[in-house]
């Protein structure tokens, strides 16, 4: 055994070092693709209340809702970073991961805006937050 | 005659039994008995410590330091290794990110001289010099290399000094391939452009 070994070893003794235990790593894992699957439905919701992502506006986007726009970026960089908190989430090159999460907020928000989640929370907001909604679109 | 001569002498049976096991299984093991755990850090401390400080240029004492960290922080994490990863990847990404903590850290760097390694400081030095297109001194290029920003010396390190493949360096730094291979080329570049800046100065001052 060599000085360091015997350092490493005697220091494991002395302090009562420990591995941590596999459920610690399989619980802080969970958290992470739960965090990430999070972030992603919420962006998704998030597009989904803004008309104008999905239906032309006489060809031109009047105005822009700033709220949404926080939120959608707020949630794209927690799920970005969530991808790379994951075991392998570091081997996607950068344009991929956002390119990825850009079209499954899409992909969601279209399938959210079929079921009426869009409207559902655009609604509680203008009832619950009327200083935020203000910024949001008037609905037709 | 070999295995008549293992039964009769017990340390040898074990030593040889310890050098037939893999790092991979040595990690599983070393769960139940530490003493596994002794011969993990026997095979990696030597490579780490010249690692260290062919990346931060600290000193020898320190570099002791951040390996014997590291062995620690990998011993509470054994657990968390994933065995598709090589070993070497995972020690090393731990030995890199005490290195760079440290580097943080430390309030002076005692840069020492390359040439303390200078038998295994570039055994693909031969690689990198034809990779350049180059004919440079090594003193050369290792001063180059110590003055280049931390992203492109880690990877230059990896890969001419430590013998890592691209996949492994992308393990240990947590970098997508592709990016590596970029930060690569373009550490290539930047080392060329430093030796032909301290050879002009050079030429200047004499």
């Given at each position: 055994?060599?000085?360091?070994?015997?350092?490493?070893?005697?220091?494991?003794?002395?302090?009562?070092?420990?591995?941590?235990?596999?459920?610690?790593?399989?619980?802080?894992?969970?958290?992470?693709?739960?965090?990430?699957?999070?972030?992603?439905?919420?962006?998704?919701?998030?597009?989904?209340?803004?008309?104008?992502?999905?239906?032309?506006?006489?060809?031109?986007i009047n105005w822009v809702?700033?709220?949404?726009?926080?939120?959608?970026?707020?949630?794209?960089?927690?799920?970005?970073?969530?991808?790379?908190?994951?075991?392998?989430?570091?081997?996607?090159?950068?344009?991929?991961?956002?390119?990825?999460?850009?079209?499954?907020?899409?992909?969601?928000?279209?399938?959210?805006?079929?079921?009426?989640?869009?409207?559902?929370?655009?609604?509680?907001?203008?009832?619950?937050?009327?200083?935020?909604?203000?910024?949001?679109?008037?609905?037709? | 005659?070999?295995?008549?001569?293992?039964?009769?002498?017990?340390?040898?049976?074990?030593?040889?039994?310890?050098?037939?096991?893999s790092d991979e299984k040595?990690?599983?093991?070393?769960?139940?008995?530490?003493?596994?755990?002794?011969?993990?850090?026997?095979?990696?401390?030597?490579?780490?410590?010249?690692?260290?400080?062919?990346?931060?240029?600290?000193?020898?004492?320190?570099?002791?330091?951040?390996?014997?960290?590291?062995?620690?922080?990998?011993?509470?994490?054994?657990?968390?290794?994933?065995?598709?990863?090589?070993?070497?990847?995972?020690?090393?990404?731990?030995?890199?990110?005490?290195?760079?903590?440290?580097?943080?850290?430390?309030?002076?760097?005692?840069?020492?001289?390359?040439?303390?390694?200078?038998?295994?400081?570039?055994?693909?030095?031969?690689?990198?010099?034809?990779?350049?297109?180059?004919?440079?001194?090594?003193?050369?290029?290792?001063?180059?290399?110590?003055?280049?920003?931390?992203?492109?010396?880690?990877?230059?390190?990896?890969?001419?000094?430590?013998?890592?493949?691209?996949?492994?360096?992308?393990?240990?730094?947590?970098?997508?391939?592709?990016?590596?291979?970029?930060?690569?080329?373009?550490?290539?570049?930047?080392?060329?452009?430093?030796?032909?800046?301290?050879?002009?100065?050079?030429?200047?001052?004499?």
């Amino acid at each position: 055994m060599s000085d360091i070994s015997k350092k490493v070893i005697g220091e494991i003794h002395e302090k009562n070092i420990k591995p941590l235990s596999k459920r610690y790593f399989v619980v802080r894992s969970t958290a992470v693709w739960l965090s990430l699957l999070a972030s992603v439905i919420l962006g998704g919701i998030a597009v989904s209340t803004e008309d104008m992502f999905l239906e032309r506006a006489n060809g031109l986007i009047n105005w822009v809702s700033l709220f949404l726009v926080f939120s959608v970026f707020l949630f794209m960089t927690l799920a970005y970073l969530n991808v790379r908190s994951t075991g392998d989430g570091y081997r996607y090159r950068t344009v991929w991961v956002v390119i990825s999460i850009i079209l499954i907020f899409i992909a969601l928000a279209v399938l959210f805006r079929q079921e009426g989640i869009g409207d559902r929370v655009e609604s509680r907001f203008d009832s619950h937050c009327p200083a935020i909604s203000q910024y949001c679109p008037d609905r037709y | 005659m070999l295995y008549g001569g293992a039964a009769a002498c017990p340390y040898i049976s074990y030593y040889i039994s310890m050098r037939d096991i893999s790092d991979e299984k040595l990690v599983g093991l070393s769960l139940g008995d530490d003493k596994y755990y002794g011969e993990l850090v026997d095979r990696y401390e030597g490579r780490l410590q010249k690692y260290i400080v062919r990346f931060i240029n600290c000193g020898i004492e320190d570099a002791q330091d951040i390996v014997q960290e590291t062995f620690i922080k990998a011993y509470r994490n054994l657990n968390n290794f994933n065995p598709d990863l090589k070993f070497s990847s995972w020690i090393y990404r731990i030995a890199h990110n005490e290195a760079v903590n440290y580097f943080r850290q430390a309030k002076s760097h005692k840069a020492i001289a390359m040439e303390d390694f200078k038998l295994e400081v570039f055994p693909s030095g031969q690689d990198l010099e034809r990779e350049l297109g180059e004919k440079m001194e090594r003193s050369m290029l290792l001063d180059a290399l110590s003055r280049l920003d931390t992203k492109y010396k880690e990877v230059l390190v990896l890969r001419y000094m430590e013998e890592k493949d691209y996949m492994e360096i992308s393990d240990i730094l947590k970098k997508p391939v592709g990016t590596v291979s970029s930060l690569i080329s373009r550490a290539k570049k930047l080392l060329i452009e430093e030796v032909k800046l301290k050879a002009e100065s050079n030429v200047r001052y004499k």
